[in-house]
């Protein structure tokens, strides 16, 4: 069965420092890989994804993300935070189909908290 | 509108009532999907429509839960006979096709409803 996990339930990091967020994933095959943020009473932001291609994806906001298939995994770092980026990620797969698309549904983790010392 | 819409962003409901929670995708997005997230938890993937076509409902809890995209626009989410454990944030994504594709992972979400029953 397919699943998702965030290791790390809460992290602190210092405004300016790098950052990174781990993130595992079980599945038989090379699966659509997504990372999304999702701040207090807001809706979830499409930071990037990994569809197939350069295993090193850039997204929004100066994140970036690697996929390694050999560890299954798929880290999301940015070099340097800003307080602005507080807020809850969450990593997500989704099954490939033939026709280019998914199956439909994503498979979440359980989300990792980000709070920024000043 | 530019983005996906639910309504209303707050509900509060005694044990045993019915609601009725609404979802505005995207306009022109053939894919919408329901998901369900517990305080502290990633969402979990409820049901899929593709058009008006209820292609997945295996995320569904129990038979109390029901949807419907009669037209193949607006969705509601149904829940009968509201129990405490029903208590969560339901979110609505919806995606469309991207280079002639359809791209289900390419999802869109909505802002959610948070119901609490009491």
């Known amino acids: 069965a397919q699943s998702v996990t965030q290791p790390d339930i809460h992290i602190t990091v210092s405004e300016g420092a790098s950052l990174e967020l781990r993130c595992n994933y079980s599945?038989?095959?090379?699966?659509?890989l997504f990372w999304y943020v999702q701040s207090p009473g807001q809706g979830l932001q499409l930071l990037l994804k990994y569809f197939s291609g350069d295993t090193l994806v850039q997204g929004i906001k100066g994140f970036e993300a690697e996929f390694k298939r050999s560890q299954s995994s798929f880290n999301l770092r940015k070099p340097s935070v800003h307080w602005s980026d507080a807020a809850e990620y969450f990593c997500a797969v989704g099954a490939r189909m033939n026709y280019g698309g998914s199956q439909g549904n994503l498979i979440f983790g359980k989300g990792t908290k980000l709070s920024v010392k000043p | 509108g530019a983005g996906v819409s639910q309504s209303p962003r707050y509900k509060v409901a005694k044990r045993g009532q019915d609601v009725a929670l609404r979802c505005d995708p995207i306009?022109?997005?053939?894919?919408l999907f329901w998901y369900q997230q517990a305080l502290g938890q990633g969402p979990e993937f409820l049901t899929y429509f593709q058009n008006e076509a209820q292609l997945d409902k295996s995320g569904l809890p129990s038979d109390r839960f029901f949807a419907e995209r009669p037209e193949g626009s607006v969705s509601t989410l149904k829940i009968q006979r509201t129990q405490q454990e029903d208590s969560a944030v339901y979110l609505c994504?919806?995606?469309?096709?991207?280079?002639?594709?359809?791209?289900?992972?390419?999802?869109?979400f909505g802002q959610g409803t948070r119901l609490t029953v009491v």
């Open positions: 599945y038989g095959a090379t699966p659509y």
């Open positions: 306009s022109g997005h053939v894919s």
């Open positions: 994504a919806s995606s469309g096709f991207y280079g002639g594709r359809l791209q289900n992972t390419e999802a869109f």
